[in-house]
């Protein structure tokens, strides 16, 4: 689809969605809702089709391009700090250049790996040139006799000035040509790219680049425009001339611009990208090849039957529970999940096991959606009402719920997209588009295609299940048995955590062997899977790769670990004739400065939601809410502790869907209790609480048990490597659903 159809297009489904919140007129309304559903649906479709070549995906499901890079010191050793700052800058220009959920790691003592997933030719060359280019920026004034010194020079009449050198700029002209000229330049540089702090492409006439420096380099580039006013001065970038303009200001506040040579877009702004995040050393790229999903084809192949099973399962478990009703919430459910698939897929998201985890807990949001408004149906028809104002009823009563936690929900998603990368950011991008399409599918579609069959009155009346009646649990008197079955559990999980020490970590955060094994015959990831299974290394990233006629096995696992799994391969796949080629210690995916960003990120979310949460309801439900949060992720890693499991990269997505789930299902319960005590209900407050806690209690049952059916699918079907990750999200959603009742409510009342 072109930019200007893309643009017409969103200009139409603004104007509609204008018209559609202005009208008051219900039929008006419905028509405006149907347009605006097959719009948005045809434009998805059109943005994913064909899904194979539109859809990006990760390492983890598709593979990639791996670039071996070496740290190149001549005369001295490369240091732990040169080794660490190259990894923090390669990672910054990939994620500039977009190569979505790469793989950085240090090798070694003077190497990085490198991986990204999905390139084409072109992007391979592209982003060989980001990895590789050191980015030195200098600033040299040019002789102010130039033109006459370099004459004489050539002519063998004079001699290059001590403290200057000669550079040769070279510059298109009108024509087409390219032209050189001469410069003489100092040696030493009078300002350098350390100064600049941020750097951007713009466009003024032709593309060029915009600087902005420190304090201390603006008030060197004023110094030196004032003393040389009118003179030239050369910039240079890893030794050539960019550009070398005249000096035609005495004050530029800081801001200095690369332009000339006619620079395309992409060509600004790969510059701008290295300038912005410059190596300290100079690198080489010793080894690029094409490699395999580190998941396997198998474990993808099983993971895809096993959520296509799970998702079937959940919308046959929709319409039997609420009949006609339950299938107008699963058409909204494939449409949400259409426009959130078009919606990733136009934001150029690259879609990896955390994204997954994103969609997950999106589908999980949008079941919850529609319970909640079918749930307030049922006790609206049960008190009486007709179908078409107890429908008008349930959406109303139903949209605080609904908006509350969806926005909550929202606050954490927007700030980890705002200020964190890597996994987390793309969990942050699918959950942020999934939560707008689950707010559009649940309030906007649904309502429309129901008032097609309710307002017309081609559907008079509606039936559902009633599994789950109306209790009368005195939940909040159960109160200190549960905060001390938490404790006790937080307790335990603490106290395991602390025992085990580094081995509650993966190979993603603290680092590990990495192994590679070459054979001149084709060998599986499947078959390397299965012959190190007695080594419990099921989660192991193993890679398949093919180079000059011959087969490459990488394996990444913990430390001290590939001697075994050299002789457990060699020993199960004896005819593969298997050759060493590499056995040495790699870093951590999870560098310092990311984990560090997350963690910000995830703190700003939580003290969002207690602000949000305090404006909308009080501060005791705000402080119940962010320990219910807090309980729920401390009890999951703690039993994940407990279990002797590894917390890694796909982890993060897990725990981060668990804090999602938490929030959206204790603001669901708050609500409920809100709207107790603005009824006037007579009663004490424990009282209306205990009362609205069982009215929303089949609500609770029924979304965490329709979020859990594609969850159990994965842990029971979806193969060995995705286990541990469907086991975080089933203890977080159970644990979740516990808290939401007995850990969140007690709290507000105490």
Known sequence: MTPALTFVTGLVL??????????????????????????LVAFSVATIYPPKKKIALGLDIQGGTSFLIRLVQADKEVTRPMLEQAVEVIRKRVDYFGGGEPVISPVGNDRILVQIPGLDTAKIQEAREQLSRVAKLEFALVHP??????????????IIPPDYRMVVYKYPTQNGQTSEEKLLVHKRPDLTGDQITHASAAFQNDWQVS?????????????????????????????????????NAKYFGGRAQISGGRMGEQEARNLASVLENPLQTPVSIEEERSVSPTLGMDSIRASVIAGLIGLAITLLCVVVYYRFVGVIANLALLVNIILLMGALTMFHFVLTLPGIAGIILTVGIAVDASVLIYERLREELGAGKSLKVALQAAYDKAFSSIFDANVTTLITAAILFWMASGPVKGFAISLTLGILASLFTALIVGRSLLSWFVDTGRVKKISMLHLISSQHVNFLGKGPIAVALSVALILAGATAFVIRGDRNFGVDFKGGDLLTLSSTQPVSVHDVREAIKPLHLDDAPIQQSEQ???NYITVRS????SESIQHQVTQALPNAGFTVERSERVGALVGGELAKTSLWALGIGILGILIYVTLRFELSFAVGAIVALLHDVLITVGVFSLLGRELTLTMVGAVLTIAGYSINDTIVVYDRIREGFASGRKGSAEQIMNESINQTLSRTLLTSGVTLIPILCLFFFGGSVLRDFALAIIIGVVVGTYSSIFIASPIVLW
Do not use: C
């Open 14 to 39: 603004l104007i509609l969605f204008g018209w559609y919140f202005a009208t008051e007129h219900g039929s008006k309304k419905r028509i405006l809702a149907t347009v605006l559903m097959l719009m």
């Open 145 to 158: 006799q130039n033109a006459e010194l370099t004459r004489q020079i050539d002519a063998g009449e004079g």
């Open 211 to 247: 600087l902005e420096m420190n304090p201390e380099g603006a008030k060197k580039f004023d110094q030196l425009a004032a003393e040389h006013f009118q003179e030239r001065f050369a910039i240079l970038l890893d030794g050539s001339v960019q550009s070398a303009p005249s000096i």
């Open 548 to 550: 000059g006629g011959r």
């Open 558 to 561: 913990p430390i001290n670990t």
